[in-house]
């Protein structure tokens, strides 16, 4: 049988564990070219929220009864496919469920299945190698453009972008890199383990008189993935031509009525800054560079990373909640099976 977790109810305000119902379904056997494979872990990660909201995106909406999207690292265990073999570890879109039957197609955020080189853990494909490394690689270098001397913050610092994103700046040569986090742990792993040369605790410090005291001359990158209130205070403390990565805005995934846009964006023009938004999807075809980067920089020692692992496939939604309870250092995953083969 497969264990599944769908969408039950579009939530309202906070998602809540109700919106997600748990099922059992035969698992089919598989056909010409198809391969069955045994999901191991989940990943997590802000955007998820903006995926089962019922408006115009990026990508369609998950509908009501259907398994819930996530990214999974999984086995193979059956196979009639020439291009993958029992004991494969693969990574793809499988959902929240045990199993999952695919082509091994590589669609747009689809159900195929990609392999995962030897000699990389399986949980590492799913951060700083997966979407969220590659994420804070090309929102940084792409639209950040950190040079030598930079001066750089990073919002929602001690989660799985923006931990990378400013260890990003840093190998490229920023002068300063300064974290904001919730609360004094997050603040202490990022200035000592990560290299940030300051974190700002936004659940106790007045961010925006913090920032002044850390950036002085002014910030030349600010990698936003909070949006609201912070996202205002950085640009009142902007560099002349500075740059402000758009990459997320989970200060306000949950609210019921979207809060008024950037009071301050008239420093926008005062500063002569850019503002750009992106999505990775428009990035894929890049991704090998990427992952050959951020090896490479692993295995120097440059780049660390973090993994808030749980297990249980029982406790799913509970772990999707710990992204908006502020509790998840590093990137969020679910352990839900040990390798069956």
């Known amino acids: 049988m497969n264990g599944q977790w769908q969408l039950i109810s579009r939530p309202v305000g906070m998602v809540k564990e109700s919106d997600f119902g748990y099922v059992e379904e035969p698992v089919p056997d598989i056909g010409d070219n198809e391969l069955l494979i045994r999901n191991l872990y989940f990943a997590f990660e802000p955007a998820m929220r903006g995926w089962i909201t019922d408006a115009k995106s990026y990508i369609a909406p998950v509908q009501l009864g259907e398994v819930m999207r996530a990214s999974t690292v999984g086995q193979v265990i059956e196979s009639n496919n020439p291009d993958f073999k029992p004991g494969d570890f693969v990574t793809g879109m499988a959902g929240w469920q045990e199993y999952f039957i695919t082509d091994g197609s590589a669609g747009l955020m689809g159900r195929g299945a990609s392999k995962i080189p030897d000699g990389i853990a399986p949980e590492l494909m799913m951060s700083a190698l997966g979407g969220t490394g590659l994420t804070a690689y090309f929102g940084m270098l ?20 923006g931990s990378v994103a400013g260890q990003i700046a840093k190998i490229k040569g920023a002068s300063k890199v300064v974290g904001i986090a919730g609360g004094s742990e997050k603040c202490r792993w990022l200035t000592s383990e990560l290299g940030y040369d300051a974190a700002i605790d936004y659940k106790s410090e007045n961010v925006a008189k913090r920032l ?116 998840n250092i590093g990137k969020q995953l679910l352990k839900i099976a040990e390798p069956p083969l």
């Not at 850390?214 to 936003?224: A, K, L, M």
């Not at 402000?244 to 200060?251: E, F």
């Not at 920089?297 to 808030?308: C, M, N, P, R, T």
């Not at 772990?319 to 309870?325: G, K, P, V």
């Open 212 to 327: 002044r005291q850390e950036c002085p001359d002014g910030i030349n990158i600010f990698f936003d993935n909070v949006g609201g209130q912070i996202l205002d205070d950085a640009l009142l403390n902007m560099a002349m031509n500075g740059r402000v990565v758009l990459c997320g805005g989970i200060s306000s995934y949950n609210e019921l009525e979207l809060p008024p846009g950037p009071k301050n964006y008239m420093q926008l023009v005062i500063q002569r800054c850019t503002m750009e938004g992106f999505i990775l999807i428009d990035y894929l075809d890049r991704a090998e560079e990427a992952v050959n980067d951020l090896s490479s920089w692993i295995q120097s020692g440059q780049l660390k990373h973090a993994e808030d692992i749980q297990e249980g496939i029982e406790n799913t939604p509970k772990t999707f909640l710990r992204l908006f309870e502020g509790k």
């Open 142 to 161: 792409d639209i950040g453009k950190p040079k030598t001397g930079d001066v750089v913050v990073v919002s929602g610092a001690a989660g799985a972008t």
